[in-house]
């Protein structure tokens, strides 16, 4: 640099830097200097946090086998003792009695089922004895002229091939026809029309004639005989 002095000389004076310049440095020895002080700046907090977790997890492990444990005693103390001896003859007992019981329930079934079905069986019986009887009753009286035709000897040619088959079909229907002379006197099966006196051929009142035969569909009375007695002597 060239400083004028008052006489008007040049002179040259040489300036001296009152500071030294930095010196550049090298870019790869700059960058591992930044890595290096990067790395030491992260490791203390990555150190940490990792120590951190393994404390907590040591602790973690360490309460749940402590509190396992624990949770091991409180069940072992509250358990109770368990002495009781077990009576099996007591136990064979009480299955004895419940299939004693069991077995008298199903005998009162079973006899109440059957005594159902004797009712139904029974039932059905009478129905079809009413329908029978209220079928039947008015041709009774066509079964007495039929009787008393064959009596005097009118039933003959067509007119017995049709009474004969009248005949066979009232007894498929179940009537039965009943009465005849000697037999012994039923004040539930027979009427009484009149007393012909003593008969020294009977030992108790009986039928000495019939009026009209009687006629039944089972145990059923469609109409008791009519008939005359005697007694013995």
Same mark, same amino acid.
């Given at each position: 640099m060239t400083k004028r002095r008052p006489g008007g000389a040049e002179e040259a004076v040489e300036e001296t830097a009152s500071e030294t310049p930095p010196s550049e440095t090298d870019p790869e020895t700059k960058a591992g200097e930044e890595l290096t002080e990067d790395s030491e700046a992260d490791a203390p907090e990555g150190d940490a946090a990792d120590s951190d977790d393994a404390a907590e997890a040591g602790s973690d492990e360490d309460g749940s086998a402590e509190a396992a444990e624990n949770e091991a005693e409180v069940v072992a103390e509250d358990a109770p003792e368990d002495d009781t001896e077990v009576d099996f003859g007591d136990a064979a007992d009480e299955i004895d009695k419940r299939v004693a019981e069991l077995t008298t329930d199903l005998q009162r079934l079973q006899a109440e089922y059957v005594n159902y079905k004797r009712r139904v069986d029974r039932d059905r019986e009478l129905v079809s004895q009413n329908a029978t009887y209220k079928v /039947? *009753?008015? =041709? @009774?009286?066509? /079964?007495? *002229? =039929?009787?008393?035709?064959?009596?005097? +000897?009118? @039933?003959? +040619? +067509?007119?017995?091939a049709v009474a004969d088959q009248l005949e066979k079909i009232v007894t498929n229907l179940g009537l039965k026809k009943f009465a005849e002379p000697g037999d012994v006197f039923d004040p539930n099966l027979h009427e009484a029309l009149s007393h012909m006196g003593t008969d020294p051929e009977v030992e108790e009142t009986s039928v000495k004639l019939v009026a009209k035969a009687g006629y039944m569909i089972g145990d059923r009375v469609v109409r008791a005989a009519q008939v005359l007695v005697v007694d013995p002597e």
């Open positions: /039947l *009753t008015p =041709i @009774v009286e066509v /079964l007495d *002229t =039929i009787d008393r035709a064959r009596e005097h +000897g009118e @039933v003959e +040619g +067509g007119f017995k």
